[in-house]
Each structure stands twice: as structure tokens, then as C-alpha cells.
């Protein structure tokens, strides 16, 4: 039987649900914590999210319309072809960790101090975003899109399969390793041993 949510819901735990394909609107969750929860394809309509964090969710295709995404945690969590950029901007703090968010969008977001870490990022897009300061530890970024993108002090030093065009990328004192530079090089269709 799933747990039924109410207009607010503070310092709660969810666990072992599943919302697959529901639409909510206006509700709000402080500090709550999702646990193994099912969200695939559910709609959250100017929903509020603040200080919470999911594990082991499935909110692959989950749509977040306006949705307010402010300090929230995701945890080892599936989350593909989620649009992040129908998020409301307002207070937009996210985080990832050993996450697969294969496919999603973070197209013209302001998402600095980012921290992505363990996690699959195939074809996400970066297009216009702002990710200063962000860091990708031990990523897969392998066919991400990164034009226009804000990259100023990000680290990448540890992630893995990137492209990224430093002709049309603002990337000042971003990081990366030496085995990383060939991520760099790719338009030229240079060898590199």
C-alpha cells in the first residue's frame, strides 16, 4: 500500500514505494528521505523539495515542471532522461552520487558546486549551463554535450570519455589530468599516445 503524501510533508521517511506515473501539485517535502522509492514517470508540478535525499530511487523519465530542487541528494539512484532544466531556478542545489542520469538535461541551468561523483553521465547535456566549481569524480561524461557551458574551476581531473571544445566552452582554471587532455583535443582529430 503506498504511503499517501500530504500538502507538506517535514522529516519523513518514505521506503519501498511506488508513485510510478502520478502527477502531484504543490506539495511540499523538508528534510525527507526517499528510500528504494519508485518515481518512474511521475510528475511533480510545482512540488518544493528542500534538504532531501533519495536512495536506490527509480525516477527514470520523472518529470520535475517547475519543481523547486533545493539542497537535494541523490544516491545511488536511476535517473534517466530526467530534464533537470523544467526545474525552477530558484534555489537549484543538487547533488549526485554512484547515479546514473544517462540521457537527462541540465541544459541552461546554474548549478554551481556540483558535485557529481561515481556516476554515468551518457549523452547528458551541459548546453549553456553553468557549472563553475563543479566536479565530476570518477564520471563517465562519454558522448555529454558541454556548448556554451560555464566551466570556470571545474574538476575533472578523475572523469572519464568526455569531449569538450575549449573554443566554445568558458574554461578558466578548470582541472584536468594529464591523461584527461586528450578530452580536450578531440575536434582536432589528433593522435595522441
Given at each position: 500500500m503506498d504511503q499517501k503524501f500530504s500538502p507538506?510533508?517535514?522529516?519523513?521517511?518514505f521506503q519501498k514505494q511506488s508513485y510510478a506515473e502520478q502527477t502531484f501539485k504543490n506539495i511540499s517535502f523538508e528534510n525527507c528521505t526517499f528510500e528504494e522509492v519508485d518515481f518512474s514517470s511521475t510528475t511533480f508540478i510545482s512540488c518544493k523539495f528542500t534538504d532531501c535525499t533519495f536512495v536506490q530511487c527509480n525516477l527514470s523519465s520523472t518529470n520535475f515542471?517547475?519543481?523547486?530542487?533545493?539542497g537535494v541528494t541523490f544516491n545511488?539512484?536511476?535517473?534517466?532522461?530526467?530534464?533537470?532544466?523544467?526545474?525552477?531556478d530558484?534555489?537549484?542545489?543538487?547533488?549526485?552520487?554512484?547515479?546514473?542520469?544517462?540521457?537527462?538535461?541540465f541544459y541552461q541551468?546554474?548549478?554551481?558546486?556540483?558535485?557529481?561523483?561515481?556516476?554515468?553521465?551518457?549523452?547528458?547535456?551541459?548546453?549553456?549551463?553553468d557549472l563553475s566549481k563543479s566536479t565530476f569524480d570518477n564520471s563517465s561524461l562519454l558522448d555529454s554535450v558541454f556548448y556554451r557551458s560555464i566551466l570556470k574551476e571545474a574538476d575533472f581531473r578523475s572523469a572519464k570519455h568526455f569531449?569538450?571544445?575549449?573554443?566554445?566552452?568558458?574554461?578558466?582554471?578548470?582541472?584536468?589530468?594529464?591523461?584527461?587532455?586528450?578530452g580536450l583535443l578531440l575536434k582536432h582529430n589528433l593522435i595522441i599516445e
Open positions: 507538506i510533508n517535514e522529516d519523513l521517511t515542471n517547475t519543481a523547486q530542487l533545493n545511488e539512484s536511476k535517473i534517466l532522461g530526467v530534464h533537470f532544466h523544467s526545474c525552477s530558484f534555489l537549484f542545489a543538487v547533488s549526485f552520487n554512484d547515479c546514473t542520469l544517462d540521457y537527462s538535461s541551468k546554474k548549478m554551481q558546486n556540483t558535485n557529481f561523483t561515481n556516476c554515468s553521465l551518457k549523452e547528458v547535456d551541459f548546453s549553456e549551463s569531449n569538450i571544445n575549449p573554443e566554445v566552452n568558458e574554461l578558466k582554471k578548470a582541472k584536468f589530468s594529464r591523461n584527461g587532455l586528450e
